[in-house]
């Protein structure tokens, strides 16, 4: 049964004309597009998913800091607004801004990591697992088991399989492991949550085996709301409360902040103690090098200005409730439709299992990627496959790798659609269900790059 939509927590101000394309333009610019859903024009997209980050909508408040801000080069008030508000949210002594998520890992993960390592993670996403490689290390995934079977309704799907993790560490030998890197939320598996528990048993281990805990904090904002809600000792703690807990546990942190600070650019890197001056030092000479100055790192003071401001918008409880709100609301229609998702739904989208709805087409034609290239051909609605394409070759075979999952995802932008919107992705679904075994084989890779191919490549449907 549908359930009612949870109201928006704000008023319209400002509005954005987008276009709505015929079926047969949307082949033609899909087929231009070698269809590669990167490759689409943002003009020629009705309802863009293809990501929840930096797409979302900024508030008054953040408009209104965009005229305040401090473009100075060096020490910008801005910059110290963002790094007081920062170390209050989070509870670290050291904060680094830098231009996004991936400018985060790029900067400390060469620090942490060397040829012949190895990093932990309850699932590393693709441009995190790409900095493991690009680091000389070799990534390992350990998400619980509940996590891979998206028909399961388990809580904390995003966890840590501890009992496998600490398995590891033993196979490979504690000094081979550089880092374990939590996710929060966990965005391959399904945008699911990692419990506070999880997370002090993570840190345990760690501090066991001297090994960093890094936090990958995209989405740590939803995370809290997700542990607020289902786990009982938490139940009475504000949502700020449960991120300076959860934080306590980890050593340093790497954020996108283009998804839950609800900002169009920035990243932040936390580093707990002041003590660990060694690589603060060291961080501050990467950021230099490849970001910019310290305390403008690769962003305008603008973008400082709106991300101080986001940083509290996007722990509003009210907001977040609503936010979950809208994937609850989507997940319940496909419920009524019979189309499989990864249940219950996460935070910031909700993941189609692609290999039900298409169980003709194996993981080598990219059943992820065909349902994506539906949804744009059915509706003008663009996402991505979170699967086997994504996922890509191995880096010292070149063998083309099997996903846990072969998912489509629906990535929600913040305060940006609304419930007719959300309708209109059901009812898409939908009529690609209706028509699925019509669609018997899948899409070839006609070229590719070495590493995070998903964004360039160029594919070709296999013929019959």
Known sequence: MTIKYVPEPFRIKMV?????????????????ANYNLFNLRGEDVYIDLLTDSGTNAMSQEQWAGVMRGDEAYAGASSYFKLVETAKDVFGYEFIQPVHQGRAAEKVLFPILLKEGQYAISNMFFDTTRAHVILAGARPLDCVVKEAKDPTIRAKFKGNMDVKKMEELILEYGAKKIGLVVLTITNNSAGGQPVSLKNTREVAALCKKYNIPLNI????????AYFIKRDEEECANMSIKEIIREVFSYGDFFTMSAKKDTIVNMGGLIGIKSIENNDLILKVKANCISYEGFTTYGGLSGRDLECLAIGLLEGIDE???????GQMEYLASRLDDAGIVYQSPVGGHGVFIDASKIFPQIPYYEFPGQVLAIELYKEAGIRSCDIGSYMLGNDPDTNEQL?????????????????QAHLDIMAEALIAIKARAKEIQRGYKITWEPPILRHFQASLEPIEK
Not at 20 to 27: D, K, M, N, V
């Open 402 to 418: 099997k996903a846990d999952f072969e998912f489509t995802r629906l990535a929600i932008p913040r305060r940006v659609y609304t």
């Open 216 to 223: 990958d904090a995209a989405r740590f904002a939803e995370n």
């Open 16 to 32: 954005e004309t987008i276009k709505i394309t015929t079926p047969e333009e949307r082949a033609e610019k899909i087929k231009e």
């Open 318 to 324: 009210s907001f977040l409730k609503y936010r979950i």
